[in-house]
T-cell receptor, first 113, second 111 residues
Framework: DAGVIQSPRHEVTEMGQEVTLRCKLI?????LFWYRQTMMRGLELLIY????????DSGMPEDRFSAKMPNASFSTLKIQPSEPRDSAVYFC???????????FGQGTRLTVV | ELKVEQNPLFLSMQEGKNYTIYCNYS?????LYWYRQDPGKSLESLFVLLSNGAVKQEGRLMASLDTKARLSTLHITAAVHDLSATYFCAPGGFGNEKLTFGTGTRLTIIP
């Protein structure tokens, strides 16, 4: 298995533009986590899904952020409109059922100018 | 709300020395995960601790879990430069699959 795959790896966009980050889960995994990492705030959990259903989105900063799982293997995180303070590295991670670790993608480095 | 605190936040130590990183968490949890992150890279799983008293060892790293004290430790023995990285802990359990990470400990091993 290729692991968790995120795209794009790097994204530079202008303030006000829409940004979509993509994540492909490891086959057979049924939990999906989106995290944001910055120097100031560390690693923050934004939202997580179980069996395609959002379970906890309390970490989503505001209405500009939305996340979906259109199927069991794919998720998107959308920011509309983007702002400079959204600049961060965004990770997704997937996990199978049971007490096992989550596996992380390589991350998307987002820069909003 | 679950709070996860690690200390120290920064640790600089000489090769060959021993040290311990602490992970305290605020709510009951029956398992805990340790991860490593190299600069500019993703997170890599190190240990999965599944019960009170669990101890896992891999090379110069040993992790333990005390669920009653809500404390996990990551012990480094005879540190080598390759262990320089940021280490994160994340409690999770009792049916709640949420994975909340600690602040991280940035470890630098000096030759």
């Amino acid at each position: 298995d290729a692991g968790v795959i995120q795209s794009p790896r790097h994204e530079v966009t202008e303030m006000g533009q829409e940004v979509t980050l993509r994540c492909k889960l490891i086959s057979g995994h049924n939990s999906l986590f989106w995290y944001r990492q910055t120097m100031m705030r560390g690693l923050e959990l934004l939202i997580y899904f179980n069996n395609n259903v959002p379970i906890d989105d309390s970490g989503m900063p505001e209405d500009r952020f939305s996340a979906k799982m259109p199927n069991a293997s794919f998720s998107t995180l959308k920011i509309q409109p983007s702002e400079p303070r959204d600049s961060a590295v965004y990770f997704c991670a997937s996990r199978p059922t049971g007490p096992t670790e989550a596996f992380f993608g390589q991350g998307t480095r987002l820069t909003v100018v | 709300e679950l709070k996860v605190e690690q200390n120290p936040l920064f640790l600089s130590m000489q090769e060959g020395k021993n040290y311990t990183i602490y992970c305290n968490y605020s709510t009951t949890s029956d398992r805990l995960y340790w991860y490593r992150q190299d600069p500019g890279k993703s997170l890599e799983s190190l240990f999965v601790l599944l019960s009170n008293g669990a101890v896992k060892q891999e090379g110069r790293l040993m992790a333990s879990l005390d669920t009653k004290a809500r404390l996990s430790t990551l012990h480094i023995t005879a540190a080598v430069h390759d262990l320089s990285a940021t280490y994160f802990c994340a409690p999770g359990g009792f049916g709640n699959e949420k994975l909340t990470f600690g602040t991280g400990t940035r470890l630098t091993i000096i030759p």
